[in-house]
């Protein structure tokens, strides 16, 4: 009985982890920069805007003109917008996955290690 026990437990534990890892974003190791652009985990819908910032220059709310529906992306650089919940001022340029409209997405939405991505071209 006792090896019953330790097998059941044993596979809950395999099956938690193996839950874990599905429901984990994707990890700054799946993250490479090539030829200047970037290649990483992103969050699934993440709003790109028109501007590399939560605000227009006016006072308005920066337009959302797509959004990323896949969770590994492709961005072609990067700048230095507005603040945004990440702690920096770094967004990435890319298009989107329902209009194909470029635009920016906040570096809080992509899982790099550390924002600029080496090896990332600045816009």
């Given at each position: 009985?006792?090896?019953?026990?330790?097998?059941?437990?044993?596979?809950?534990?395999?099956?938690?982890?193996?839950?874990?890892?599905?429901?984990?974003?994707?990890?700054?190791?799946?993250?490479?920069?090539?030829?200047?652009?970037?290649?990483?985990?992103?969050?699934?819908?993440?709003?790109?805007?028109?501007?590399?910032?939560y605000t227009a220059p006016n006072g308005n709310p920066q337009r959302?003109?797509?959004?990323?529906?896949?969770?590994?992306?492709?961005?072609?650089?990067?700048?230095?917008?507005?603040?945004?919940?990440?702690?920096?001022?770094?967004?990435?340029?890319?298009?989107?996955?329902?209009?194909?409209?470029?635009?920016?997405?906040?570096?809080?939405?992509?899982?790099?290690?550390?924002?600029?991505?080496?090896?990332?071209?600045?816009?």
């Amino acid at each position: 009985m006792g090896n019953i026990r330790k097998i059941g437990m044993t596979a809950a534990l395999t099956l938690a982890a193996s839950a874990a890892l599905m429901t984990a974003p994707a990890t700054a190791a799946a993250c490479y920069a090539s030829n200047g652009n970037l290649y990483c985990g992103n969050a699934y819908n993440a709003p790109i805007y028109a501007g590399p910032n939560y605000t227009a220059p006016n006072g308005n709310p920066q337009r959302v003109v797509d959004r990323l529906l896949t969770t590994q992306s492709y961005f072609k650089c990067y700048v230095s917008g507005g603040q945004h919940g990440g702690g920096n001022k770094i967004w990435y340029y890319t298009y989107g996955d329902v209009t194909g409209q470029w635009g920016y997405v906040a570096a809080v939405n992509v899982w790099t290690s550390t924002d600029p991505f080496p090896g990332v071209s600045r816009c």
